[in-house]
């Protein structure tokens, strides 16, 4: 018995694990998903624009990409895959070592996951500057921290 609990105590200390950090000034929250998505309107088209990124193999990756029109900020590359929900979708594979997102009341910047819409514009002054990055957690630290 002494064993098992050493060993799942060992576990709990030095384990680590991927999950998806979000900073902004001085607060900070993790993500259940290893997927989120990234919507915000169009500063010049006044369109919906969406990213999708995915954490895997211990990275964060930019998955997919959804707009309606072809314009400025456009990807160069990917492939576009067929729809009929009115936006141009397209899947690529870019590996990001962070993402550094701005957010803006005027293009109600929102981070989204399975479970809920995160209005990154509500918690944080206007031109606010999140940090979005792939972080390995120690469980003890998993089982403790703030999850959204």
Known sequence: MGSTLFTVLLLILFIKIPVIEVSYNDSRFFLKDDQFEIGWIHSVEKEPWF?????KDDSLYLTETRFKTFGAGTPSTG?????SDGFV???????????????S???????YTASRSIPLYKIAPDHETFVIKNKKLPV?????GDFK
Do not use: A, G, P
């Open 79 to 83: 492939k576009v895959i067929s729809s």
């Open 140 to 144: 003890w630290q998993i089982i403790r």
């Open 89 to 103: 979708h397209m899947e690529l594979n870019n590996k990001m070592d962070e993402i550094n997102l701005v957010v």
């Open 105 to 111: 009341k005027n293009v109600k910047t929102t981070l």
């Open 51 to 55: 990213e999708t990124y995915t954490l």
